[in-house]
């Protein structure tokens, strides 16, 4: 049952933030997914910023849950407690992201508390959330359901890795790249609630 959970709060966290942001862009007339943030779409004063944040914060709660849960469903090792542990993060920071707006439009210009505090939650939720990639990945090799996510968590973790730097307001195609990073942490969360829909029984016990 806690593996049927675990898995549903993985794909309607994703199904969530994607019609949040498709649906989001649909409604902001002239609005950019390859040059603008997704933030913006729940920025202050934005025409769709309150149903925006809520799916934040609905969005980032249950990938949290979804994370923490992992930790206790697959095999424990000094990987992977910490692995999903950083990844639980993600989500926490994109729910607080949901919470604290960033100003209209995300304008640097002046910022206010809760403008940085969005900046500073939703940027080490991002870090966070690519850590426990590679860290989940290598803990993955011993698993028995792991076959093959070590090797995806280079192919997902390396190119969000790259592409976080790039998400700056002196980067014209910043909304490209944050979708890079969000786009690969997206499949590597599938792709691991996918793994607890497999028929091999999880072990819980410690590992080395």
Do not use: K
Not at 190 to 197: G, I, P, T
């Amino acid at each position: 049952m806690i593996r049927h959970i675990a898995f549903g709060c993985a794909v309607l966290s994703l199904l969530v933030l994607a019609g949040a942001t498709i649906a989001g862009g649909l409604a902001s007339p002239g609005y950019d997914h390859l040059t603008r943030y997704i933030s913006e779409l729940g920025a202050t004063g934005a025409p769709t910023s309150r149903s925006v944040s809520l799916a934040f914060m609905v969005s980032g709660g249950l990938l949290a849950l979804f994370w923490l849960l992992c930790a206790g469903l697959f095999p424990r090792s000094l990987l992977s407690i910490p692995g999903f542990g950083l990844s639980a993060l993600n989500g926490v920071g994109l729910l607080l992201g949901g919470v604290f707006r960033c100003d209209f439009e995300c304008s640097v210009v002046d910022p206010s508390l809760d403008a940085i505090l969005h900046e500073v939650f939703g940027g080490v939720g991002y870090m966070c959330g690519i850590v426990g990639v590679f860290l989940v990945g290598a803990a993955a090799r011993n698993w028995p359901q792991g076959r093959g996510l070590f090797r995806l968590s280079l192919i997902c973790g390396i190119p969000a890795a790259l592409a976080i730097w790039l998400i700056h307001p002196a980067f014209e195609w910043l909304g490209a790249a944050q979708r890079v990073v969000e786009i690969a942490l997206a499949v590597w969360a599938l792709a691991v609630a996918m793994r607890l829909r497999a028929p091999v029984r999880l072990q819980t016990g410690a590992t080395a």
